[in-house]
T-cell receptor, first 111, second 116 residues
Framework: GESVGLHLPTLSVQEGDNSIINCAYS??????FIWYKQESGKGPQFIID?????DKRQGQRVTVLLNKTVKHLSLQIAATQPGDSAVYFC??????????FGDGTTLTVKP | KAGVTQTPRYLIKTRGQQVTLSCSPI?????VSWYQQTPGQGLQFLFE???????NKGNFPGRFSGRQFSNSRSEMNVSTLELGDSALYLC???????????????FGPGTRLTVL
């Protein structure tokens, strides 16, 4: 079956440092990947996505890298800020309307 | 555009009761998906509706059901509530233009259900 996993359940970084959150997936047929940020008491918020025909995509302070050979993707956050503290989920969407989520990484930014 | 809205935000029920949760998607979005989020199981897919039809279904018992109306609004129902149904229930909508690749899902704030 499909599964999506994250390498570390927690990550603590200093304010201003760069953060890297990793995710591994098992479904080689996956063609669309999304990173979400979830703050306490809120639903997941879309951050950035990438399709399988790309290996890198950049947004504002965030970059997603996709390595299809090893079925791995990562989220890089530049100059991490206290407001970035949240739980980050990677998700794979191979079927329309259905996303398979990883377990989440809790990012804590220390001032 | 207004985001995905869910009502109610909080709900307390007792075992054996039933509950109905409501979701209004982003205007123009035709697909609505439901997820259950618990600390132990994470985000689990319940089902997805598109054009008033259930198109995808997760591995949940028949006590969990849903429907979608012609205006794309959706409801989910849980009958004979169990303690383990306590969770955050999230609704997500996406455009899902027919024949296209998967579209981004945008989530609502969720309904926090507590079963006593």
């Amino acid at each position: 079956g499909e599964s999506v996993g994250l390498h570390l359940p927690t990550l603590s970084v200093q304010e201003g440092d760069n953060s890297i959150i990793n995710c591994a997936y098992s479904n080689s047929a996956s063609d669309y990947f999304i990173w979400y940020k979830q703050e306490s008491g809120k639903g997941p918020q879309f951050i950035i996505d990438i399709r399988s025909n790309m290996d890198k995509r950049q947004g504002q302070r965030v970059t997603v890298l996709l390595n299809k050979t090893v079925k791995h993707l990562s989220l890089q956050i530049a100059a991490t800020q206290p407001g970035d503290s949240a739980v980050y989920f990677c998700a794979e969407n191979a079927n329309a309307g259905k996303s398979t989520f990883g377990d989440g990484t809790t990012l804590t930014v220390k001032p | 555009k207004a985001g995905v809205t869910q009502t109610p935000r909080y709900l307390i029920k007792t075992r054996g009761q039933q509950v109905t949760l409501s979701c209004s998607p982003i205007s123009g979005h035709r697909s609505v998906s439901w997820y259950q989020q618990t600390p132990g199981q994470g985000l689990q897919f319940l089902f997805e509706y598109f054009s008033e039809t259930q198109r995808n279904k997760g591995n949940f018992p028949g006590r969990f059901s849903g429907r979608q109306f012609s205006n794309s609004r959706s409801e989910m129902n849980v009958s004979t509530l169990e303690l383990g149904d306590s969770a955050l229930y999230l609704c997500a909508s996406s455009l899902e233009s027919t024949g296209g690749a998967a579209d981004t899902q945008y989530f609502g704030p969720g309904t926090r259900l507590t079963v006593l």
